[in-house]
Each structure stands twice: as C-alpha cells, then as structure tokens.
T-cell receptor, first 113, second 115 residues
Framework: GNSVTQMEGPVTLSEEAFLTINCTYTATGYPSLFWYVQYPGEGLQLLLKATKADDKGSNKGFEATYRKETTSFHLEKGSVQVSDSAVYFCALSDGGGADGLTFGKGTHLIIQP | DGGITQSPKYLFRKEGQNVTLSCEQNLNHDAMYWYRQDPGQGLRLIYYSQIVNDFQKGDIAEGYSVSREKKESFPLTVTSAQKNPTAFYLC??????????????FGEGSWLTVV
C-alpha cells in the first residue's frame, strides 16, 4: 500500500533560519503530492502541491520539488518566521477517492524569536 | 465564500451518549470524508462518501455512523460503542475527477471530549 514518511518532530528553529522538512513516499503509479499546514486548533490548509515529477510547488515562501528518482517531496523555506509555527503534513493522492489519500503523521515546527 | 462548515467547534459527551457532528459544504463537491486526529498523530479515516446515499468505512469506522442524504451534508454520529472518542474530528471534501491532482479541503474541526 501507499505510505508517507515525515521526519519526526518537533523541529525547533530560530527566526530567519533555513527550514527543511523531509518527506518520502511509496506509491504505485504516479501520485500527486501535497503539503498541508495546520495551525493550533484549526483544520488543515493546503500549502502547496505538485502533480507530476520535477514539478515545483510554491506558496508563501515555501517550496517543494517532486523528485520521482528519490521518491521525495521535501519542504523548504529560506527564512522562517514565528508565524510559521504549525504542524506540517505531507500527503499523496494516487487517483481520487478516499483510498488513494495518504497522510504522513505530521511534523510540528516551532519557530523561536 | 465557498467552504466547509463544521459544528459545534467544541462538544462534551457523557458516557453512554450518542453525539452528532455536523459537516456542511457549499463547494459542490461529490466526495466527503471524516478523519480523526489524536494529539501528536496523523489523520485516520473514519468514513467517506463519494456520492449521495452511498458511503464506505475507513480504517477506524467502529463506533461511528454516517449518513449522506444530501450532497452538501455529511454528519458523523459518535455512538456509545466508541470507547475512546476524545479527539479532534475533521471533515473534508474533494471534487471527484479522473486525475489525481484533486485538492482536499478541510473544515475547521470539532473537538469532542468525554466527561
């Protein structure tokens, strides 16, 4: 079956530091890949996505590149802010329908001023 | 604005009670989902529905029930058979299509606590 593996958290960084949150996946076929963000007490919001190999998703200074050769979709940001503190989920979809939606366990990011 | 509305935001349940969480969407999406999230854990699928009057069990359906009488509504009932219902519940929807790039949209979530 499909699976998504994220780095364990919490990840604690100082403001303006460089961020990388690793995500690797296993899936049959050619899935679409997503990063979702969850702020405290809220639902998940789509941060960015990529639907095919070598695509780069980007939003709010965050970027992730769909690497089929390494089955990875690492999230990066050049300079984090305190407001980026949240839980980040990597996810994949392999064809629509609930059976094809797989989430990682989430990475808690804490940014200190 | 289109979106998904969950209510109530906070709910307390006594032992032996059934409670129902509401989920309404005005995105005209065909597919709707219920997930459970426990502290420090990922999302686990409870039930999903791809069309009206049809729904399927997810990974942790025991102790839960759903209905899908209208396209825009997908309520979740947490029954007394669910032994550990305290969690954060998320409703979601997608526009079904032939390609796999569909984005899943989430509601704001409902906190359920057993007292």
């Amino acid at each position: 079956g499909n699976s998504v593996t994220q780095m364990e958290g919490p990840v604690t960084l100082s403001e303006e530091a460089f961020l990388t949150i690793n995500c690797t996946y296993t899936a049959t076929g050619y899935p679409s890949l997503f990063w979702y963000v969850q702020y405290p007490g809220e639902g998940l919001q789509l941060l960015l996505k990529a639907t095919k190999a070598d695509d780069k998703g980007s939003n709010k200074g965050f970027e992730a590149t769909y690497r089929k050769e390494t089955t990875s979709f690492h999230l990066e940001k050049g300079s984090v802010q305190v407001s980026d503190s949240a839980v980040y989920f990597c996810a994949l979809s392999d064809g629509g329908g609930a059976d094809g939606l797989t989430f990682g366990k989430g990475t808690h990011l804490i940014i200190q001023p | 604005d289109g979106g998904i509305t969950q209510s109530p935001k906070y709910l307390f349940r006594k032992e032996g009670q059934n409670v129902t969480l509401s989920c309404e969407q005005n995105l005209n999406h065909d597919a709707m989902y219920w997930y459970r999230q426990d502290p420090g854990q990922g999302l686990r699928l409870i039930y999903y529905s791809q069309i009206v009057n049809d729904f399927q069990k997810g990974d942790i359906a025991e102790g839960y029930s759903v209905s899908r009488e209208k396209k825009e509504s997908f309520p979740l009932t947490v029954t007394s058979a669910q032994k550990n219902p305290t969690a954060f519940y998320l409703c979601a929807s997608t526009e079904e299509g032939w390609w796999s790039g569909n984005t899943i949209y989430f509601g704001e979530g409902s906190w359920l606590t057993v007292v």
